[in-house]
């Protein structure tokens, strides 16, 4: 077979990646170049759009080193036994597109993955040459998400995190159970203790600038964006209270900057026991606000899941209004009077109109037309709360009050 060029490749390489969702730069420092030999800067087809949480767009160029793998994972479109066309980049490849890229303005950083070649160790390696080559041989100052392999050595995963801005190592299933089953070449363990490897010299490098900040001794850098994960959302027979529990302990154990739901997709010649067709998208949709929740807003993970059926959030609104909807004996909130951490458990109120509640009745007692004026609609707020010259009345205990939320049913169209 005649060997595929570099884009052939890039088509093969990048579609691979799409599946996994951890590719935002949230988090990340500048990378000044003034000064240095370095070819521009950033906070921070293949090329994957991802938000970070102050709304900037960033574009990555989102691969993977190669799609052939000595595991598989059930789950996954490219486990050794599933029958897709592999492919492989060597390290110049993936330095020399990342180059091209940057230079004509296409990306501002990189996000590579890998399947599994020869052995975790060797893959290790693959991913980072291709990061030290981009740091210290080409002066690359953008930014790179580097998904390391759990099974590694240790110090191959220090070694990366000296030169990447991210670090990520998917945790996959939400439970060991779904693990041992779909997965059984990984171990739930041998996953955390990279993560907790990864925290361990993220702290270090923390307590060292701290120490040596007097001394104006610069110390090194270790994945000043964090760490992060990927769970598969609707693949096994996992709740959502099971994940949001996960990514709770995570968060807590591990110090992530994100845990990065991702729908399950069916892969060609699944095994039987796994879904058909995948999970609704708003599930993931619904897992996110509810991990915003307890991440931005206060709540406990039980808060959240105790208004879910059978562990599963109401798919039909947020899990903020559902938990408002079952908590009515606490509303309506006066909005002149509660504290901060009150006011975000308002449906409707974001910590930014929170902050700015608090700031403006410093001067002036709320009416609703002054709440008008801080929030983007009162539609969702007004049953909630009491301000000066409004009250809900009955509004609050209405029996129907969910069916206001809820959008209108939309006919299907008629074939032709
Ligand atoms: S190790 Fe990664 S690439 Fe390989 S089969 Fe498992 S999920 Fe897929």
Redesign the pocket.
């Known amino acids: 077979m005649a060997r595929r060029t570099l884009i052939q490749k890039l088509e093969i390489l990048a579609d691979a990646a799409k599946y996994d969702a951890s590719c935002a730069s949230s988090g990340s420092k500048k990378r000044n170049s003034v000064g240095t030999k370095g070819i521009g800067s950033t906070e921070g087809m293949g090329i994957c759009h991802s938000y970070a949480p102050d709304g900037r767009c960033i574009s990555l160029l989102k691969i993977l080193l190669t799609n052939f ?1 000595i ?3 059930r789950y ?1 479109i ?3 036994s599933s029958n897709v066309q592999r492919e492989r980049f060597s390290v110049d490849e993936v330095v020399k597109l990342t180059l091209d890229f940057y230079k004509r303005n296409y990306i501002e950083g990189l996000f590579l993955s890998s ?2 070649i020869r052995s975790p160790n060797y893959t290790m390696e693959q991913l980072l040459e291709v990061a030290r080559s981009l740091r210290e041989d080409h002066g690359f100052r953008g930014y790179i998400h580097l998904k390391t392999i759990a099974e590694a050595d240790p110090e191959l995963i220090r070694l990366a995190g000296i030169h990447a801005d991210r670090l990520s190592v ?1 945790v ?1 299933l939400p439970s060991e159970q779904g693990l041992t089953h779909y ?1 059984p070449e ?1 171990s739930g363990q041998t996953i955390r203790k990279a993560m907790a490897d990864i925290r361990y010299e993220i702290d270090n490098v923390k307590d060292a600038q701290t120490s040596r900040i007097l001394k104006r001794a610069k110390p090194p850098a270790f994945a000043p964006g964090g760490q992060s994960t990927q769970m598969i959302v609707g693949a096994d027979m996992s709740s959502d209270a099971d994940i949001l529990h996960s990514s709770a302990r995570l968060y807590a154990g591990y110090g992530l900057k994100r845990v990065y739901y991702s729908a399950y997709s069916p892969v060609p010649d699944a095994s039987a026991d796994l879904p058909p067709i995948r999970p609704p998208l708003i599930r993931e949709h619904r897992l996110y606000q509810a991990d915003w929740m307890f991440r931005f807003y206060g709540f406990t993970t039980a808060e959240i899941t105790s208004v879910a059926d059978n562990g599963m959030l109401d798919l039909d609104i947020d899990p903020k209004l559902s938990w408002a909807l079952r908590n009515r004996g606490l509303f309506p909130m006066d909005i002149n009077r509660a504290s901060y951490q009150e006011l975000l458990r308002i449906p409707g109120l974001g910590p930014t109109s929170a902050k700015r509640i608090v700031a403006a009745r410093r001067h002036t007692r709320l009416t609703l037309d002054d709440l008008g004026r801080i929030v983007r609609s009162l539609k969702t707020v007004r049953p909630f709360i009491t301000a000066s010259g409004w009250s809900p009345g009955k509004l609050t205990d209405t029996l129907d009050l969910k069916q206001r939320f809820l959008p209108a049913p939309k006919q299907l169209d008629l074939f032709a």
């Open positions: 793998c595991f598989d994972c996954c490219n486990r050794s399947g599994i998917n996959e997965a990984k």
